[in-house]
C-alpha cells in the first residue's frame, strides 16, 4: 500500500471515529479499496455504508461494479436490481440510469 493511499485511508478512518455512523466517510473508505483492486475489503465497507444510509445511491453502483469486477456477477446483478429500486424510489435519475447501464452491460 502507497504512503499516499495509506494517508487517505488514516484520514478517512480518523474521521469516521470522529463520527461512527458517517456514511460519507465509509464510502471513501470503500472507493479507496476499490481503486486499488481490494474487492473484498470495498465491498465490505459499501455494504457497511449502505446499511447506514440506504439512500447513498453510489454505494449501490460502486458495490455492484466491485462484486462483477470480483467476478461475482450474479451478486452484482442483485445489487443493482436493489439500488436501482432504492434509487427510482428517491426519484434518482441520473443514478438510476448509471445503475442501468451497468445493468445492461453485466448481465
Given at each position: ?41 470495498a465491498i465490505a465497507w459499501f455494504d457497511q455504508t449502505i ?57
Open positions: 500500500m502507497g504512503t499516499e493511499q495509506n494517508d487517505r485511508l488514516s484520514q478517512l478512518r480518523n474521521l469516521l471515529e470522529n463520527d461512527p455512523h458517517d456514511a460519507f466517510c465509509m464510502y471513501g473508505i470503500a472507493m479507496e479499496h476499490a481503486k486499488h483492486q481490494r474487492h473484498d475489503e446499511e447506514i444510509d440506504p439512500t447513498y445511491t453510489y454505494a449501490w453502483y460502486h458495490k455492484a461494479k466491485c462484486q462483477d469486477d470480483a467476478g461475482q456477477t450474479e451478486d452484482a446483478i442483485q445489487t443493482l436490481e436493489d439500488g436501482l429500486r432504492q434509487a427510482n424510489a428517491l426519484g434518482d435519475l441520473h443514478a438510476a440510469e448509471e445503475m442501468s447501464t451497468l445493468y445492461e452491460a453485466i448481465q
